[in-house]
């Protein structure tokens, strides 16, 4: 993406004229791989394992989840949208860029949040115009791009729907890359080491890394830790950090935190086991119900809410903490049953599991994924 690379010079120039330019702050560690041998690996489950999915409660805290179960709201992705807004704000002739010096960002309408709100930060200065595409409808997207007379054009997705566990088409993306020359940002929160050969994610799992330009993620999920990363070139790296405000005032990972996502990031490709037993778990799940999920996660459309809680109310009763999702999260009479599978899950507890979800609703009639509805509207 030669366009924007030199966008991005041209930005770090006008950041270093006005001496705003934060220097980078790189960590080196060693190049002798032998320090990877400290981690002590295993080739299969652990009685420790289980404590990611197992838990005792007290009985009056039984009784309060089973009145009332809510609904369960990055800042990785409102740094990086800050920063792409500050090249529109920067490069711009006048003081506010016009429209179409500001840059053009195609969000899929099922996007996290997170992305949400970064993208309304950088509405707010007037450095960026918004545009939702259907739910990883690449027809709509290539008409949007098509009729955008903007030069500077991100397009942002998650890569696994954390509300539907759906994979955004990256083959189709990356073929729109090339046709439009947009910068291609995928959040890859719910697949880091999770997907791909070594845990890289989705970009691994479908064969695009080099494509992807810019890869968000979390470190709180599959690695267990705290906080996020944003994997990108030396260039951006230095405009994120000097213009990403989330990044800015935000105090630093504390040292043993750091050190606990280098682990688990060695960890992770070395133990392989843990994502073949994920994957296997998401197999039995679809042996056992019939649904055709695409991934650990699992989202069961019910219908009402009321449903929806009589459901997640049913399965708690047989140890199941599974939490029913309303309203304004989803769409009205869209309520369902979100469950996610790992690697510490047995096939036993995948059968109990199914035989406690047949008692509370049919899965011949269950709705697996809904693409219909807007959730994220800008």
């Known amino acids: 993406m030669d366009s924007w690379n030199e966008w991005v010079e041209q930005t770090l120039e006008k950041l270093e004229s006005r001496k705003l330019l934060r220097s980078l702050r790189p960590i080196h560690l060693s190049d002798d791989n032998s320090h990877t041998d400290e981690f002590e690996c295993f080739d299969g489950l652990r009685q420790w394992d289980r404590a990611s999915v197992e838990v005792e409660i007290l009985e009056?805290?039984?009784?309060?989840?089973?009145?009332?179960?809510?609904?369960?709201?990055?800042?990785?992705?409102?740094?990086?949208?800050?920063?792409?807004?500050?090249?529109?704000?920067?490069?711009?002739?006048?003081?506010?860029?016009?429209?179409?010096?500001?840059?053009?960002?195609?969000?899929?309408?099922?996007?996290?949040?997170?992305?949400?709100?970064?993208?309304?930060?950088?509405?707010?200065?007037?450095?960026?115009?918004?545009?939702?595409?259907?739910?990883?409808?690449?027809?709509?997207?290539?008409?949007?791009?098509?009729?955008?007379?903007?030069?500077?054009?991100?397009?942002?997705?998650?890569?696994?729907?954390?509300?539907?566990?759906?994979?955004?088409?990256?083959?189709?993306?990356?073929?729109?890359?090339?046709?439009?020359?947009?910068?291609?940002?995928?959040?890859?929160?719910?697949?880091?080491?999770?997907?791909?050969?070594?845990?890289?994610?989705?970009?691994?799992?479908?064969?695009?890394i080099s494509d992807v330009d810019i890869c968000i993620g979390t470190l709180s999920k599959a690695g267990g830790c705290h906080g996020g990363y944003i994997a990108c070139s030396k260039k951006w790296k230095q405009l994120i950090q000097s213009r990403g405000r989330s990044f800015i005032f935000s105090t630093s990972t504390p040292v043993p935190i750091a050190a606990a996502a280098h682990a688990a990031v060695i960890v992770a490709k070395k133990e392989m086991w843990r994502r073949r037993a994920i994957w296997n778990r998401v197999q039995d799940f679809r042996d056992l119900t019939g649904i055709p999920i695409t991934s650990p996660i699992i989202s069961l459309i019910v219908g009402s809410e009321a449903k929806a809680l009589q459901a997640s109310r049913h399965l708690l009763e047989f140890g199941f903490h599974i939490t029913a999702i309303r309203p304004p999260t989803v769409a009205p009479n869209s309520c369902r049953l979100r469950i996610a599978l790992s690697a510490a899950h047995t096939l036993d507890d995948v059968k109990n599991l199914t035989a406690a979800l047949s008692q509370c609703i049919n899965f011949s009639e269950i709705g697996f994924y809904c693409t219909s509805w807007n959730a994220a509207r800008l």
């Not at 800042?75 to 010096?101: C, H, R, W, Y």
């Not at 083959?171 to 929160?189: S, T």
């Not at 719910?190 to 691994?204: D, L, N």
Request: charged content about 20%; aromatic content about 8%; overall charge negative.
């Open 60 to 208: 009056t805290t039984f009784q309060k989840w089973l009145q009332d179960i809510p609904s369960p709201g990055f800042s990785a992705n409102m740094a990086f949208m800050t920063a792409v807004g500050n090249v529109s704000l920067l490069l711009a002739k006048d003081s506010q860029p016009s429209i179409d010096e500001r840059v053009a960002v195609f969000s899929d309408a099922l996007n996290h949040a997170s992305i949400i709100d970064g993208i309304r930060l950088a509405e707010k200065q007037k450095s960026v115009a918004a545009f939702v595409y259907q739910h990883c409808d690449m027809h709509h997207l290539n008409e949007l791009l098509t009729n955008c007379p903007m030069k500077k054009k991100v397009v942002i997705t998650d890569s696994l729907f954390s509300m539907d566990g759906d994979f955004a088409p990256l083959v189709e993306l990356v073929k729109l890359r090339k046709k439009h020359g947009f910068l291609l940002a995928i959040d890859d929160a719910h697949a880091t080491f999770v997907c791909g050969k070594t845990g890289g994610g989705a970009a691994e799992l479908f064969n695009c």
